[in-house]
């Protein structure tokens, strides 16, 4: 193939790369956590992104209850909510994700073990009160040394009870875990590479092809 000819196909793949970049896809979640949350965006092997911090207590979440809108970024396929326990006598998280109960059986949802020892200032007052933020950082690295397992439901604690939602996860008093989502599993499309990246490879590999074509002949 002549020099020419291969950068004219290239300056035309770019374009149409520009024109096919992937999106980010968008989902929503309308959720109650006592006491506190944080929701990420990243695969099954890592957090990317810190997506959104509660800033109020239980109590205030209730009564201001709404469907917080979210993009998920292209390469990401799963959502994370850290559920943070300011240390009363019940810790928990309920709501929708995209319109559908997180604790539906058509949802796959997953528990790591406790985190909150990893998370600097992690003070019971704060979270109690819903304004401890956490730092992205922090929970990417303590993400590598979490174990995992099934979520526990329930339906009669009074946070989950006044939520509205028939019925949640629990978990141990004073601690903080992340529960992951499939996004697949609520109708999340996820998004796959831009067309730009797609064509550049290919590309790359036909430029390849053509070299070694020419070197053997």
Not at 124 to 129: K, N, P, Q, R
Not at 165 to 181: D, E
């Amino acid at each position: 193939m002549k020099k020419t000819t291969f950068t004219a196909l290239f300056i035309g793949f770019l374009s149409i790369g520009s024109i096919g970049s992937a999106s980010a896809t968008p989902f929503s979640i309308s959720m109650v956590a006592d006491n506190d949350f944080a929701i990420f965006s990243g695969t099954s092997t890592g957090i990317n992104n810190l997506m959104y911090q509660n800033n109020v207590d239980w109590e205030s979440q209730i009564p201001a209850l709404s469907t917080l809108s979210f993009n998920l970024a292209a390469g990401d396929d799963t959502f994370y909510v850290l559920g943070m326990g300011g240390g009363g006598p019940e810790e928990n998280i309920s709501g929708l994700v995209n319109g559908v109960n997180m604790t539906d059986p058509s949802v796959t949802v997953s528990m790591s073990s406790d985190l909150s020892s990893s998370l600097t200032g992690y003070l019971l007052g704060g979270v109690a009160a819903g304004t401890y933020n956490v730092i992205l950082s922090e929970v990417q690295a303590a993400f590598l040394g979490l174990t995992w397992g099934s979520p526990v439901l329930n339906t009669t604690q009074t946070v989950i009870d006044k939520a509205g939602f028939g019925q949640g996860f629990i978990f141990a008093t004073s601690t903080a875990h992340l529960f992951s989502f499939e996004a697949g599993d609520v109708g999340v499309t996820v998004p796959g590479p831009s067309t730009l990246a797609v064509m550049v490879i290919g590309l790359a590999g036909l430029a390849f092809g053509t070299r070694r074509k020419k070197l053997s002949a």
